[in-house]
C-alpha cells in the first residue's frame, strides 16, 4: 500500500497518496470476471443463510446446547432488528469487509444515552480517518463523502460529514460515560480485520493482485484480444491471374476494352471464385482454371489461389488469462471449482461435484474469524442495550453432504 501522507491534527488522513485508493481498487476489479465473482461468491458464504439468534446456556451437566431463538421473543430486539433493516445492514457490512477489510457502522444513540435505538452503514470507500490526536493517540472522527477519491476535498467542504469515531476497544460501559460527557447522540465505531503494519487502513491480503500486477495482466488481455479483432485485416485467400487469361479468352477485344471495362472484368472473376470457395454448400468443391506455357516452356496456371493463414491461432494469450486468473482466485481463497473457473482451451476444469462440495464446506470453515468480526457488531449493541447476556448471534451454514448420509444433501448449522 502506498506510503499515507499525513496532515496537520484534524486533517483527513489519505486513504492512498492520492485518497482514491477504495476507487481505484473498484475499478481494476470491475473489469475482472474472476475476481468479481470470488467477492461475490466470498460475500454470500460470509454471511450464509443469514444471522440468526441461539442460545448457549448450557445443560444442567455442562454440555452446550444450543437452541435457535426466535427474535419475535423479545420485542425490543425485534424492534431494533426491524428499524436497522438487520439483514441488509449485514449484508453491507460485509461486502465492506471483504473488499476492503473494514466497515463503518454508525450507531444512533438515545436521548438519555442509554441504549441504540438503531444502526446503519457507512460505504467503506466513502470513508476517511481523522489524523491522530497526538494528545491521547486517538482518532477522533470519521470523514464521509461521496466525492473522496473521485475530486480534491477537505474536510471542511460541504460535500463532507463529519462523525464522531468511537474507539473498537472500548467497553460499552466506557462508550456510554464518553458519550454522556461529550453529548453525541451518533458514532462511528468501526469493525476491521487485523491491521498488520498500517496505522489508519487495513491492507486486504487480496489487494497484493491489484498491486502486483496480476489483475493487469487479467484485464489487459480481453482488451488486447478485441482490439486485434476490431483491426486486424482477415483475408482468407490470395488470388492471382495471369494476364495472358483475359487476352485469350476475350481475344483482340481485350486490347479495346477502357479501363474500368477490365476492372469490372477482373472484379467479376474474382466474385465468381469467391462464391466458389466459400460457404459450407462449397466443401470439397473443384474450380477450373486455364494452364499456360511460359518462355522455358513450364506450364503455370493462369489463376492461382493460396489460402492464408491465420496468424491469430485460437487459444493465442489463454496462458496467461489462465494464470493471471488463477492468481486472482489464489488471492481471494476461492477454490476455482467453486466459480466453475475455467478457459476454453485452457487447463482449469470446472471440478466435480465432490470438488465443490469439499471447497465450500473448507470455505465456510474458514470463514469463522472473520465472522467474529462482523457479530463484533450486535455483541457491542447487545451489552450497551442490556440484552439478555445468554442470546448471541450467528450466522447460518448450509452444509453439503452426500445422499447416503442425508437424503436433501445438506445440513443447517450455526458458526
Known sequence: MPVQVLQKVGAIASWGVSNDYPQKIIAEIKLSGSGS???????????????ILMNNTPTPDGKKSPKLVDPMEFPEIDTFFRQSQIQRFFKEVIADLEWFSIAFPEYIVSQDFN???RIKRHQAAWCRFEIMNPNNGLIENVYISEKFGKVA??????????VPLIDSYWTPEEVRSYCKANKIYKFVRPVFYPLIDEAYYPMAEWHAVVNNGWLDVANSIPAYKKAIFQNQVSIKYLIEMDERYFETIYAENWKTFTVDQRKDIRKHLIDSINESLVGTKNAAKSIQSMMFVDEKGVQTSAVKITAIEDKLKDGSYLPEAEAANSEILF????????IGAGIPGGKLGAGSGSDKRTALNILQALKKTDRETTLEIFDFIAGFNLWDPTIRASFEDTVLTTLDKNPTGNQNIAQ
Open 37 to 51: 465473482s470470488a467477492l461475490r461468491f466470498l460475500r454470500k458464504s460470509h454471511y450464509g443463510n443469514g444471522l
Open 115 to 117: 441504549k441504540i435505538t
Open 153 to 162: 476535498v477537505s474536510e471542511n467542504s460541504e460535500w463532507v460529514a463529519k
Open 331 to 338: 488471492a481471494l481463497g476461492v477454490d476455482p471449482s467453486l
